[in-house]
């Protein structure tokens, strides 16, 4: 899901997005990651989840189970009062692009959302896997994934997230002119 924040209500906003953090530890589901952006808009913040299978949403949220009915509803509602608008939709990861090493460290990450002219995503798969992906792992990425929206996302796209260790790796240009060369 991406949320915009109301400016004034950011760290309250934040404060109960850790409560869904140790909702999500404790309920035992593998994955809850909450990003903000470092540029473009600062009170926009992107939640990842995994959804096994459409049909898990049939089922009572786990976070619920885990909170109790009460404590779930008014966590909910507080997170609402803090939002403007929320967008929720659904990727397929595409496991056959991917680096990740165990050990990858960083807090900051690199996402790209590349606009795929129709009927084209066969041919940017097989160049991201065929060609990208090498150059990355030579260039020392230790975590790199792609996916593509199918539900409620902007269609036509892919999304690209790389882990950066740090911002500084940003002053030393694309990875493909540091391992390949300008030329």
Same mark, same amino acid.
């Given at each position: 899901?991406?949320?915009? *924040?109301?400016?004034?209500?950011?760290?309250?906003?934040?404060?109960?997005?850790?409560?869904?953090?140790?909702?999500y530890k404790k309920a035992g589901l593998p994955v809850y990651a909450v990003l903000s952006n470092y =540029?473009?808009?600062?009170?926009?913040?992107? %939640?990842?989840?995994?959804?096994?299978?459409?049909? +898990?949403?049939?089922?009572? =949220?786990?976070?619920?189970?885990?909170?109790?009915?009460? !404590?779930? $509803?008014?966590?909910?509602? !507080? *997170?609402?009062?803090? *939002?403007? =608008? $929320?967008?929720?939709?659904? =990727? /397929?990861?595409?496991?056959? *692009?991917?680096?990740?090493?165990?050990?990858? %460290?960083?807090?900051?990450?690199?996402?790209?959302?590349?606009?795929? !002219?129709?009927g084209k995503n066969a041919e940017y798969r097989a160049f991201l896997k065929n060609e990208l992906l090498?150059?990355?792992?030579?260039?020392?990425v230790t975590w790199y994934h792609a996916s593509t929206p199918v539900f409620g996302g902007p269609p036509?796209?892919?999304?690209?997230?790389?882990? /950066?260790?740090? /911002?500084?790796?940003? +002053?030393?240009?694309?990875?493909?002119?540091?391992?390949?060369? !300008?030329?």
């Amino acid at each position: 899901s991406v949320e915009t *924040v109301k400016p004034d209500m950011v760290q309250e906003f934040e404060g109960y997005k850790k409560q869904l953090a140790d909702a999500y530890k404790k309920a035992g589901l593998p994955v809850y990651a909450v990003l903000s952006n470092y =540029s473009g808009n600062r009170f926009e913040y992107t %939640t990842v989840t995994f959804v096994m299978k459409f049909a +898990d949403l049939d089922n009572p =949220s786990p976070i619920r189970k885990a909170l109790g009915d009460e !404590a779930f $509803t008014k966590l909910v509602a !507080a *997170v609402n009062r803090c *939002v403007t =608008s $929320t967008t929720w939709y659904f =990727s /397929l990861p595409w496991g056959d *692009v991917a680096i990740d090493k165990t050990g990858s %460290t960083g807090e900051y990450f690199l996402r790209s959302r590349i606009p795929i !002219a129709t009927g084209k995503n066969a041919e940017y798969r097989a160049f991201l896997k065929n060609e990208l992906l090498p150059v990355l792992d030579k260039g020392g990425v230790t975590w790199y994934h792609a996916s593509t929206p199918v539900f409620g996302g902007p269609p036509g796209t892919v999304e690209t997230m790389r882990r /950066l260790t740090n /911002l500084a790796e940003i +002053d030393g240009g694309p990875i493909q002119t540091r391992v390949l060369g !300008a030329a």
